[in-house]
């Protein structure tokens, strides 16, 4: 990860939906205004995130947040209530994915979910930054298939392109996921669980516990 001044620890900014007036002042302030190129890209995003997704007008977003709609059908991506995103959500080609991230939930720098079948994430959650959250495999297990896949994604041979394998993932409220953690498919992750930094959850992980490790573990319950 390059921490700079986009980033979080870098005190960058987050910002609310800019009006059209604001984008065009940031931008020609943006050639010799630090903070102003800061604004400009968060307004970049925006626009982005207008176009491809259902953005609650009080969320908040980071100079470095993003989202890739393949389908192009912003109810696929749903932020509701008071979101801050400073990380990638992306809905893959292959499947029929849905993001929905409920209100007051943080998404850290250089965070990718990627979505073919359904992820939600409940309200109050923390996702440090580095996070990964797959609720697919990206590609196949098998190596012809995996041939076929590169031919698909290099090549443009859209008829070779493999089933690949998804399951949904569900994160509760209240919940922590730690920096550099990585969620595969299929996983549910219980109310006010804390996910320890760096872990890998390959299994559902019931409410209020302690996980960590590869594969992640449960090493504690948590008290009221």
């Known amino acids: 990860m390059s921490i700079d001044s986009n980033h979080a620890f870098g005190s960058s900014l987050v910002l609310g939906k800019p009006r059209p007036i604001d984008k065009k002042l940031w931008r020609l302030l943006g050639f010799f205004a630090p903070k102003a190129q800061i604004k400009s890209k968060i307004a970049l995003a925006w626009d982005r995130f207008s176009q491809q997704a259902t953005v609650s007008d009080r969320c908040l977003l980071g100079p470095n947040s993003w989202c890739v ?42 965070c990718l979910i990627s979505c073919a079948d359904s992820i939600e994430i409940g309200s109050f959650t923390l996702i440090g930054h580095g996070v990964h959250i797959f609720d697919n495999d990206t590609h196949p297990v098998n190596w012809q298939a995996r041939l076929n896949d590169w031919k698909a994604i290099v090549d443009g041979q859209k008829h070779l392109k493999p089933e690949i394998a998804t399951a949904p993932v569900s994160i509760g409220q209240n919940v922590w996921i730690g920096f550099n953690s990585i969620i595969l498919k299929g996983v549910t992750i219980g109310d006010r669980s804390v996910i320890a930094a760096g872990s890998v959850v390959t299994k559902d992980v019931p409410s209020d516990v302690v996980v960590g490790g590869n594969p992640a573990t449960i090493l504690k319950q948590i008290g009221d």
């Open 69 to 110: 709609n393949s389908k192009l059908d912003p109810q696929l991506i749903a932020l509701e209530g008071r979101v801050i995103c400073r990380g990638l959500l992306r809905i893959e080609s292959f499947g029929c994915g849905k993001i929905r991230i409920n209100p007051e939930v943080y998404i850290g720098d250089d």
